[in-house]
Structures are given as structure tokens and as C-alpha cells.
């Protein structure tokens, strides 16, 4: 399966998520590849605890090998290399999580029918290697999403299984701007369909996760007047009439991500030790990570609304 991470803003917790996704499916036995597509600012070394990758390589990354600079480009093996407190050894049951970085300051690079190539033979190699390939793409409208979504129309892709996932805050601009990334005229949804997609397959395996997001229903919030929790609610309810209206409803949402001030603070995997020992997280937070790594793979999530 193929996974593709984006977002039309920055900030959403887009590649902190996708990392915890991809740790938490290879903690569940599957063999896992992350690929940092985000080639303005290649940093999810430093979410997977990898600090000599923390803003991507000095060469042999992705920037080299998509513009032919190299054959291959290198892989981190993130239970062996993560400087991360409580990673060490892979777990017995655990499959294999592999990074492949990008190129520290490599920037932005328009596609080249040789880039394309280039990414399509490396998605098919992966796919039969990997149990699951996550790849986290710039934000916005990014020459890397324009990339993956003409790779992932080829005829060599089509029968691979793929899923979009678009990260979005819970607030009024986040919820237009991940509506206008998929539905509008620039869109995934319609920029698909000109580069050889079915939009009726396209829109089908594209789903919404709505990340920091407060307990919005609770008694007693904590931390917040009354007069404070009562507008929250109120504003909350306006969002969601706002998201249904712009189809970010139930239908084509796959998951929520509680707000975590762990998250806020440090971008970094969240492990069980983090809550059970160093009680620097959340239950909430892995658990919500663990189901939204389930529902990838399960059927009911996915089926067309």
C-alpha cells in the first residue's frame, strides 16, 4: 500500500503524524518505508529521532537520486539509528521502518519526464519490498505533489493500492484550504483526472485528518473558564457546519488527533514509555495514532461515501 501524506498549510502536524503512523504500523509487525517528499524542508530525520538527518543529508537523498545524481538513494534505518530515548533495538514482532531522507537544502525542483521515471521505478521496488510506503509531500501545491500524483496515474502504479491523506487544523482557514486542495480548480481531485486518473477511484481513496484537536464535548476543559469552554463549544459547532459544507464531514474523515502538548513542544515519535514511564504524553495520543495506522487497512474506512 502506498500512502501519501499532504496538506495545504504548513503546521498541521502533517509529517509529525505520518512519522507516528508509520512507527506505530511497524510496532504492529509491518515493514514500513517513509519517504520525505517534502523537498522545501526535508526534517522528518528529526521526528524519527535520526539527528544527522534532522534537516535532511548532505547528499545521497531523495533531491539526488530523482534528479539523477545518483543510482540509488540511502535508506536509514530508523530503530538503529533514532537518537530517540526508548527506541534502541526493534522490538520482537516489529517489522522494519526505513527512512529515505531528502538532500539538506535541496529545495523545490520542477518535474522532468526523467524525474518521473525515476520516481515510478522507485515506488514499484519499494511496494514489493515494503508492506506500506508512506511519503510526506511539501505543503500546498508543491512540484513533489504534482510528482506523486503523475507517478501514481501510470499504467506500471495503477494496481497499486493508494491512499491520500490531507492533514488539516480545526479552524476556519485550515478547513477551506484543505477543501480548496482536494475539490478546487487546482485541485487533487480535478489535477488527477487531467493526468489520467478516474476521479470517481481519485476521490474515493482521498480522506481527511483533523489534527491538535480539543476535547471540545468535555464538562470542565481544563484550564478554561466557563464563559471560555462555552464559546469554544459554540465555535466548534459552527466548524463543523462549515466542514460539512465544504465535504470535510464524517464521510470523508478518517481520524481526529488530540491535541498534545508533547506534540506542540518536540515533533518527535510518541511511545508507550512516554506515557506509561516518562508520563510526557498522553494515553490519548498513541491510541489515537494506533487506530488511525488500523484504519489503513481497514475496508470500512474506505468505502466510497
Known sequence: MLVIATSDKGGTGRSVTGGNIAYRRSLHGSDVCYLDFDFGSPTAGAVFGVERAARGIECGGLHSFLQGRIAEPDRIDVWRDSDQEGMGARPP???RLVLLPGDRGGGE?????DA???CTKLLIRLQEEFDLCLID???????AAEMVLTATAQPELRPLETRWLVFHRWTRQNILAA????YGDRGLIRGGVERGHR???LAGSIRFVRTAMLDFESAEPAGLRPAQAAWLREHHRALEELARRNRLDRTTVLAAVPFEPALQMREQLISDQDVRAGRIANAETPEAFDRLARKLTDPAAWERP
Open 93 to 95: 514482532g516489529a517489522g
Open 109 to 113: 525542483f520542477a518535474l522532468t519526464r
Open 116 to 118: 518521473l521515471e525515476r
Open 137 to 143: 509531500l511539501s505543503a500546498g501545491r508543491s512540484h
Open 179 to 182: 477543501a480548496g486542495l482536494v
Open 199 to 201: 476521479e470517481d477511484e
